[in-house]
């Protein structure tokens, strides 16, 4: 293993950053060559490259987004695009690469691993947290720790007027973020993709949270979760039913995103890019490196994206007995 490539790809997350100043400095470590892919798969395709040492690196570890810049590349997808982005890692002479990114991401390295033989390595990037084999993803923790600031502030607003929020958070597929931060902030109710809640529950909820006492509320919705509405006609028709409540709605978007990340993520950025390194150095390739119980652990590519986490059915318990 002479020269690793590294490229990040998909969703940007807070770590990226992190994970890659570790990637080139144990390359450096172990007398590596390392090669940044610009643009993700789009750089591959392009052969937008540049060689990165240790000092490339500098003032990075607290920055959110990637330096590498990420990006979805369509023609990647096609077995044309891949060809040309094989040809570029020939070119750079380039013996393995390490891909940072989600599911998408892992399915693109694994096409390269699986019709050219070529080693490839994922580490997680998705503040998401929706991949297999690892308790966090790299970014997560920053993004729950910006969701529950975000809606702290909210909350005063919410007791200052005797409102009734509801906050939209990130989870297209998963309720990962909601469910988390939801129990962070004491929110009223949780509502996310993986649990079918009655808009008639969530009124009940709310006029029996209303008899013992309480005059605001903050409701956290993880975007996948649509019975039939958006979170829009949900607080439409939530105040129509419960005349006595002012609702809002706020949707966080994309600062969620972003951000210098938490301490957790740096860490776990930096074990994972070290693994990362020293697989490929053993030629191992098809693997994610991820974590459990605080160790870095090993998950084949192909599980990490083919099975699916289950939510935590402890914590949506706990929110319950929280909301009496
Ligand atoms: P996030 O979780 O933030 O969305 P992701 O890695 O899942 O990250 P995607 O947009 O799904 O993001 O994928 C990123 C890129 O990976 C795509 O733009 C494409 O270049 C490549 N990719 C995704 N799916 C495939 C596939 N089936 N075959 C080849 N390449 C793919």
């Given at each position: 293993?002479?020269?690793?490539g590294?490229?990040?790809?998909g969703?940007?997350?807070?770590?990226?950053?992190t994970?890659?100043r570790?990637?080139?400095?144990?390359?450096?470590?172990?007398?590596?060559?390392c090669v940044g892919?610009v643009?993700?798969?789009?750089?591959l395709?392009?052969?937008?490259?540049?060689?990165l040492?240790?000092r490339?690196?500098?003032?990075?570890i607290?920055?959110?987004?990637?330096?590498?810049?990420?990006?979805?590349c369509?023609e990647?997808?096609?077995?044309?695009?891949?060809?040309?982005?094989?040809?570029?890692?020939r070119?750079n002479?380039?013996d393995g690469?390490i891909?940072?990114?989600?599911?998408?991401s892992?399915t693109?390295?694994l096409?390269?691993?699986?019709e050219?033989n070529f080693?490839v390595?994922?580490?997680?990037?998705?503040?998401?947290n929706?991949i297999?084999?690892?308790?966090?993803?790299?970014?997560?923790d920053?993004?729950?720790?910006t969701v529950m600031?975000?809606?702290?502030?909210?909350?005063d607003s919410?007791i200052?007027?005797?409102?009734?929020?509801?906050?939209?958070v990130m989870?297209?597929?998963?309720g990962?973020?909601?469910?988390?931060?939801?129990?962070?902030?004491?929110?009223?109710?949780?509502?996310?993709?993986?649990?079918?809640t009655?808009?008639?529950?969530l009124?009940?909820s709310?006029?029996?949270?209303?008899?013992?006492?309480k005059?605001?509320?903050i409701?956290?919705?993880?975007?996948?979760?649509k019975?039939g509405?958006n979170?829009?006609q949900i607080?439409?028709e939530?105040?129509?039913?419960?005349?006595?409540y002012q609702v809002r709605?706020?949707?966080?978007?994309?600062i969620?995103?972003?951000?210098?990340?938490?301490?957790?993520?740096r860490v776990?950025?930096t074990?994972?890019?070290?693994?990362a390194v020293?697989?490929?150095k053993?030629a191992?390739t098809?693997i994610?490196?991820?974590t459990?119980?605080g160790?870095?652990?090993t998950v084949p590519?192909?599980k990490?994206?083919?099975?699916?986490?289950?939510?935590?059915?402890?914590?949506l318990r706990i929110?319950?007995i929280?909301n009496?």
């Amino acid at each position: 293993m002479k020269t690793i490539g590294v490229l990040t790809s998909g969703g940007d997350s807070p770590g990226m950053n992190t994970a890659l100043r570790s990637i080139v400095r144990t390359c450096a470590h172990y007398k590596i060559k390392c090669v940044g892919i610009v643009r993700g798969y789009s750089g591959l395709i392009e052969d937008n490259t540049k060689v990165l040492n240790t000092r490339s690196v500098r003032g990075i570890i607290n920055k959110g987004g990637t330096f590498l810049y990420s990006a979805r590349c369509d023609e990647f997808r096609q077995a044309s695009g891949r060809k040309k982005a094989y040809k570029t890692l020939r070119n750079n002479n380039i013996d393995g690469l390490i891909v940072i990114g989600g599911d998408g991401s892992f399915t693109g390295a694994l096409k390269l691993k699986d019709e050219f033989n070529f080693p490839v390595i994922g580490i997680p990037g998705t503040i998401d947290n929706d991949i297999f084999g690892t308790s966090h993803t790299l970014g997560y923790d920053t993004a729950l720790n910006t969701v529950m600031d975000a809606i702290d502030k909210i909350r005063d607003s919410a007791i200052s007027h005797d409102r009734l929020f509801f906050v939209e958070v990130m989870g297209k597929d998963a309720g990962y973020i909601a469910l988390r931060s939801g129990i962070a902030i004491g929110a009223q109710e949780i509502l996310i993709p993986e649990v079918n809640t009655k808009i008639n529950d969530l009124i009940d909820s709310l006029k029996n949270s209303k008899k013992s006492g309480k005059t605001s509320s903050i409701i956290v919705v993880a975007e996948g979760y649509k019975p039939g509405k958006n979170v829009y006609q949900i607080a439409d028709e939530i105040q129509e039913k419960l005349p006595n409540y002012q609702v809002r709605v706020s949707v966080l978007g994309h600062i969620q995103r972003g951000g210098r990340p938490s301490c957790f993520d740096r860490v776990l950025g930096t074990k994972m890019g070290v693994k990362a390194v020293e697989l490929l150095k053993n030629a191992k390739t098809g693997i994610m490196v991820g974590t459990q119980h605080g160790k870095i652990v090993t998950v084949p590519l192909k599980k990490a994206i083919s099975e699916k986490t289950k939510i935590d059915k402890d914590l949506l318990r706990i929110s319950k007995i929280m909301n009496t």
